[in-house]
């Protein structure tokens, strides 16, 4: 479902393709977020959508941000100056050891050791790569990330008054419903560290937008496990997603050896996350055309020369040139992990729906 102001807002853009963003949503749904997680701490984790103005409206209720790269840090530390910032991500320069941070995600124990020879503090959580099954995730992030028990156990002689050891970090897996997260946590968190961050991960369901993540729950669990120990959490995903539409209009309705084709304005270089995810990207189609075909299995496309720009497939409906697009749960991972320059096509205009 999209709302009568995002409806509006996308029959009333002079241009398409175009980003809207719905600023109160996201406020609103954050704010939910945070009230379910009681004394956990909640980091953004801004890879999934580093948008300037995503980021004000988290900043008003997140305990700080996780960056991944020298340039996010470069954006969240110049937008919020003072607000902490977590610094994670696998094979750090030297240049991002060096940078200013309230906690270091350590991936390895050689990284420690080039950590150390900065000669600079650091406040530090070892990534952990733990050998626990994880079951249902749509991407487990098991592989290069982090180190095994082992890897903890070189690194745990290294730590002084400089470089302080703080605790663990863990990201395992993306897409994980609550009871499934709090499996994992309870099994992370069977250990003596004082602060460990459980990562990100929680499920959105792009089939069924409107079936949530269970925050309460979430919430809820955590606490129990927690025992007083300094928890934190770094979602992406399950805080941006909704708030994101990408809005487009039908240049092209077709029929090749009998399969109805809608082609669209613009294409997955600009909304990528279909293509990434192998999914069917939530859409409707709001009648401002004509003609075309009624009630039918219709396969929706971009203007790009691949097959590959799928946006969704046989999706039932109603569909004539002109008829104006709405892609929903395109707030994180859409835009900015997009080929935008592919073919050269106009960018899309970005619109903030504001209170
Ligand atoms: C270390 C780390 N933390 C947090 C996240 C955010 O995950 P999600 O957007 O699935 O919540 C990611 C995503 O890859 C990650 O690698």
Redesign the pocket.
């Known amino acids: 479902m999209i709302g009568p102001r995002v409806q509006e807002a996308a029959l009333g853009l002079a241009e398409v393709p175009a980003y809207v963003y719905d600023l109160p949503a996201l406020d609103e749904h954050v704010a939910s977020v945070r009230r379910a997680l009681g004394a956990t701490e909640l980091y953004y984790?801004v890879?999934?959508n580093p948008d300037a103005e995503l980021l004000r409206v988290l900043a008003g209720h997140v305990d700080g941000f996780?960056v991944?790269s020298a340039g996010e840090h470069a954006h969240v530390t110049g937008l919020f100056p003072g607000m902490p910032v977590a610094l994670?991500?696998p094979g750090k320069t030297d240049a991002e050891l060096r940078l200013p941070h309230h906690r270091l995600?350590v991936e390895s124990p050689n990284e420690l050791r080039r950590l150390l020879g900065t000669g600079l503090e650091a406040d530090v959580l070892l990534?952990l790569n733990p050998d626990l099954p994880v079951e249902g995730a749509a991407?487990t992030?098991s592989g290069p990330?982090g180190m095994d028990e082992a890897g903890v156990a070189e690194c745990l002689p290294l730590f002084g008054d400089r470089v302080r050891l703080r605790g663990l970090?863990a990201?395992l897996a993306?897409?994980l419903a609550a009871p499934q997260l709090l499996g994992l946590a309870g099994a992370l968190l069977d250990n003596a560290y004082e602060e460990v961050n459980l990562?990100?991960?929680?499920a959105v369901s792009y089939a069924t937008p409107e079936s949530r993540f269970d925050w309460a729950a979430y919430g809820a669990g955590l606490a129990g496990l927690g025992r007083g120990r300094r928890l934190r959490i770094?979602?992406?995903?399950?805080?941006t997603v909704y708030c994101g539409y990408y809005v487009t209009k039908v240049v092209d309705v077709k029929r090749v050896r009998g399969q109805a084709y809608a082609i669209l304005l613009g294409g997955t270089h600009h909304l990528r996350t279909p293509v990434t995810k192998g999914h069917d990207q939530p859409l409707h189609v709001l009648r401002t055309g004509k003609g075309g075909v009624a009630g039918e299995p219709v396969t929706f496309v971009g203007q790009l020369c691949t097959p590959k720009d799928l946006f969704a497939r046989n999706i039932v409906t109603s569909v004539g040139v002109g008829d104006t697009v709405v892609f929903e749960m395109a707030g994180?991972?859409a835009w900015n992990i997009s080929h935008h320059d592919f073919l050269m096509h106009p960018k899309p205009a970005f619109h903030y729906l504001r209170a």
């Open positions: 984790a890879k999934a996780e991944s994670g991500g995600h990534r991407l992030m990330f970090h990201h993306s897409g990562g990100g991960g929680m770094e979602p992406g995903r399950a805080l994180a991972y």
